[in-house]
Structure formats: C-alpha cells, structure tokens
C-alpha cells in the first residue's frame, strides 16, 4: 500500500500477457517493487514450459522502493 497524504492507495500489479503473430508470447509486468515480477511470473513460465529465449528488466527492478517496476519475457512456442 502506498500512503498520499494520509490517505492510502491500493498499489496494483499486472501482468499483461501477449501472443505475436509469429507464435511469440511476451510478457509484461507492472506496478511490480524490485525482482517480485519474477515470483509473479513464475506459474505463468511454468504453464507455458519454462522455455524463456530473453529476459529483459527495465531500470525499475533496480529499484527497491515503491515505484513500479517492469519485465518483459520473450517465450517461443
């Protein structure tokens, strides 16, 4: 939870899923602190094979505070 003023803000964490054309599916997570997109993510890579060609992190996994933080997975099927 985030705290604005006395007030609390629910944080939310997604993760968006997306199958190309060319059989690829990438995952993207959001709203994420640190590296919890990756236990987030975990039952998804299982479902799917655990068949990661590329694992991309943005700046924010970096990021231990309460900022998002984001991941991209490139799964070939």
Request: hydrophobic share 35%; proline share 0%.
């Amino acid at each position: 939870m985030l705290r604005f003023a006395g007030k609390v803000r629910m944080k939310i964490e997604e993760i968006e899923v997306t199958i190309g054309a060319d059989g690829k599916i990438r995952l993207h997570t959001f709203g994420f602190t640190g590296e919890t997109c990756l236990d987030a993510t975990k039952d998804i890579e299982k479902l799917l094979g655990n068949q990661i060609q590329q694992r991309e992190f943005t700046s924010e996994v970096y990021d231990q505070s309460e900022r998002k933080t984001a991941e991209k997975l490139k799964i070939r099927r």
